[in-house]
């Protein structure tokens, strides 16, 4: 592929680097260039942190293409967007032909005790290795350049500093007040003491006075402590993602302090407060980088210059013109064009290919391992996403569950293996055969990531998988959880991503998955088919041949493989049944192991898949509770009596149908609770309206359904990163 630039970047930084590299792929798109990302893992970064959604949002915005680094792409610039990209040899193959290697340096080699903050040399060499080229360094500020000179790289460094650059469009200069008795001051940060002056500094450039409120964005309770006691007139808030903008409105100028042992090297936080307009105060060392844009000053004198805008209004409205108009002269989106043209020139890179030609690619490969499960809600979620993916992303299938050929007739490559309770051996026993069947997979399809959608990630799974380390990994594990393992919890370490789909009732959840794991990222729920894609009634009766005008109820209480359901089913049957006129569609799982034969003419058993597809066949349901069969009642709006599996080995169930019950959406009722059991069956049988009052109220729910695609996404994504090797 032919391309002016590639951008190497972490997309999971979530500061200043991903907001520089936001503005810097929609300059270069503004300005014509043909570019595409190719995500690379820092090691810096704990392995499990999850993509920025601010980046996710611009590739999806800018229809930005993901490429990786494997896929035999030329471009005239390759752009390395952190130096930790290559501190240490890639994972996996490069095959990237560029005619420029440069780097953006957005810290400085050195803190300023002297500690080097990440190997340089080591990136030297790795790139020289695997680019074949000389890279250039560019620092993004005078802060970052002096750093890599007095460390003796001045020979890499390119001739000016490659500014991080803001959409001033973004950022709509404010209307200052003109006349004010107590002036408000603020400032933001991500929550770091080494952002703040220490105590002493931070009393002196933000003081306990009546004639300045400082409001302080982006304050945790370590911060909180640190400084205690608080000065009264001090306002904390903790830091939310869209939240600068808003709170930049509030202020009348802006005053940015750090501790002395940080290097700053840019200051995405003070471009914002300059874009918008705000006379902004600063120690002197950024005058370099900023100029005329802020007013600097020593801590000891940051106060004269607080009271001297405070009464001058029209100084401070001035300041404030000069700091936008600095900021649209060297910060612009629009400087892009010329500063890339002055560092790559002329170069080509080495190909005869036309600039409309683009070689095909072979596909990324994804390989997804389901759990046994009692079920096929681990096999769906991950047909749901397979469906998703874009076209030049493959899965196949390797699965314990005899659903599998689901999989099968939906045209993926899918294998089945046996769990051990299958084989009747010992888990031991098992997960040493599970891990050689897993090696000769890995081997076969030579997959650059592996999903795994279960409750436990199986230790012949994971030893398999540590033997290929440059295959990245991701864990889909659903929610509810009945108890708290420390052990199948902490197994997450051993993934590149978590994700975690949604419930529409998270409230109830005890969170026994993810208390401890603030790396999970949660997608919305998901789906086997999109809600919109549903058949009609008239279409889905005719399809599983069903009469056209009876009632017809649903059935589908689980295979009972691991909990008798057959009290509710005998009881649903006799009360479903007692009406003549009534049909009755019982589904049977593929993970059934006793064999079931029809009570009744109108009793009809069918495997059928996705169930959720024909759902308006059907008048009401009787269902267990499980992830895929609950959210598809909710969603498809249809009248159900909620008989929840509560086996101990099984998600919370009865947490979900309770929940329904309340918010009256649908019934609930116990198998070994016969009264509420009968009273149940009874209402939704011979209560229309009551049905009708379900629907309706189900109809209301305002929620999110497309997590299939938000999933495809991020394992798309982590599919053509270069992964790090985990800790």
């Known amino acids: 592929m032919q391309l002016d630039i590639l951008f190497l970047a972490d997309l999971r930084f979530p500061g ?24 690379v893992q820092s090691s810096v970064l704990i392995s499990r942190r999850p993509p920025n959604p601010d980046v996710l949002a611009l590739i999806s915005k800018l229809g930005v293409q993901l490429l990786s680094a494997g896929r035999d ?12 990209l290559f501190n240490q040899p890639s994972l996996r193959k490069i095959s990237i032909l560029a005619a420029k290697v440069a780097m953006v340096a957005h810290h400085p080699l050195t803190d300023p005790l002297g500690r080097l903050q990440f190997q340089f040399e080591n990136f030297l060499n790795v790139v020289r290795h695997e680019f074949d080229r000389e890279p250039v360094v560019l620092p993004v500020g005078p802060v970052v350049r002096d750093s890599f000179a007095d460390n003796g790289h001045s ?74 006691p608080w000065a009264s007139n001090w306002q904390a808030r903790p830091f939310a993602r869209g939240a600068v903008q808003s709170f930049l409105r509030q202020l009348d100028a802006y005053s940015y302090f750090h501790h002395d042992h940080w290097s700053e090297a840019f200051g995405y936080n003070i471009l914002e407060a300059l874009a918008s307009g705000l006379p902004t105060v600063l120690p002197p060392h950024f005058k370099p ?72 690619l072979n596909p990324t490969r994804v390989m997804t391992i389901t759990s046994n499960g009692v079920g096929v809600g681990h096999l769906s979620r991950q047909l749901a996403i397979a469906k998703s993916q874009p076209p030049d992303v493959e899965t196949n299938f390797f699965s314990l569950s005899k659903a599998v050929t689901f999989a099968q007739e939906a045209g993926f490559c899918a294998e089945y293996r046996p769990y051990h309770r299958q084989l009747g051996v010992d888990p031991k026993s098992w997960n040493r055969w599970f891990y050689q069947e897993v090696l000769e997979a890995l081997v076969f399809y030579r997959p650059e990531t592996v999903v795994f959608d279960g409750n436990v990630p199986y ?70 088919v999109p809600v919109d894609e549903l058949l009609g009634r008239n279409a889905a009766r005719r399809l599983l041949n069903l009469p056209a005008d009876a009632e017809i109820a649903l059935l589908q209480l689980g295979a009972g493989a691991n909990f008798d359901m057959n009290p509710a089913r005998e009881m649903a049957l006799e ?37 959720f597809q024909f759902q308006k066949a059907f008048d009401f349901t009787i269902s267990a509770a499980g992830y895929n069969s609950f959210h598809e009642i909710i969603a498809g709006a249809i009248p159900c009596l909620f008989v929840p599996n509560t086996a101990s080995e099984m998600d919370l169930q009865e947490v979900r149908a309770d929940y329904a019950q309340r918010a009256g959406w649908a019934l609930s009722a116990r198998v070994n609770d016969t009264f509420s059991l009968r009273r149940g069956l009874d209402r939704l049988t011979a209560d229309p309206e009551l049905r009708a009052q379900l629907t309706a ?18 394992i798309s994504l982590i599919a053509k990163t270069q992964p790090v090797v985990l800790s």
């Open 459 to 528: 230790r012949g799974l994971l030893d398999a998988l540590d033997l290929h380390p440059h295959i990245a990994r991701v864990w889909v594990r659903r929610s509810m959880w009945r108890h708290r393992d420390k052990k199948t919890a902490g197994r997450a370490k051993k993934f590149h991503l978590v994700i975690s789909p949604g419930e529409i009732c998270a409230a109830a959840d005890p969170r026994n998955d993810s208390a401890d794991d603030p790396w999970s990222v949660a997608v919305p729920t998901i789906l086997p």
């Open 575 to 611: 009360t479903l049944l007692s009406d003549p006129d009534r049909h009755v569609v019982e589904i049977l799982s593929p993970a059934r192991t006793d064999s079931v034969a029809p009570v009744h003419p109108h009793h009809h058993l069918r495997t059928i898949y996705p169930v």
């Open 289 to 360: 980088l900023f100029g005329d844009a802020a007013i600097y000053a020593e801590p000891a004198d940051a106060v004269k210059v607080y009271q001297h805008l405070r009464q001058d209004p029209a100084a401070r409205i001035k300041q404030g013109d000069k700091a936008r108009k600095c900021v649209e002269a060297r910060f612009g989106l629009d400087q892009y064009a010329r500063r890339y043209a002055e560092l790559v020139g002329d170069v080509k890179t080495e190909t005869a290919a036309p600039r409309h030609v683009f070689r095909a």
């Open 73 to 84: 792409i030329r471009t005239r610039l390759a752009l390395i967007y952190h130096p930790t």
């Open 697 to 714: 109220r189900m109809r209301t729910i305002d929620h999110d359904w497309g997590g299939a695609q938000d999933a495809a996404r991020l």
């Open 155 to 228: 020979d890499t460094l390119w001739h000016n500093n490659w500014h991080n650059l803001i959409d001033t469009e973004a950022w709509p200069q404010l209307d200052l007040r003109p006349r004010i008795d107590r002036m408000v001051i603020g400032r933001h940060s991500r929550p770091d003491l080494l952002k703040w002056p220490d105590e002493d500094g931070a009393r002196l450039v933000y003081p306990n006075s009546a004639e300045f409120s400082f409001r302080m964005l982006g304050v945790d309770e370590k911060i909180m402590t640190a400084f205690a």
């Open 16 to 39: 200043g680097t991903s907001t520089a590299l936001i503005n810097e792929v929609t300059a270069a798109k503004q300005a014509g260039l043909r570019v595409a990302i190719c995500p």
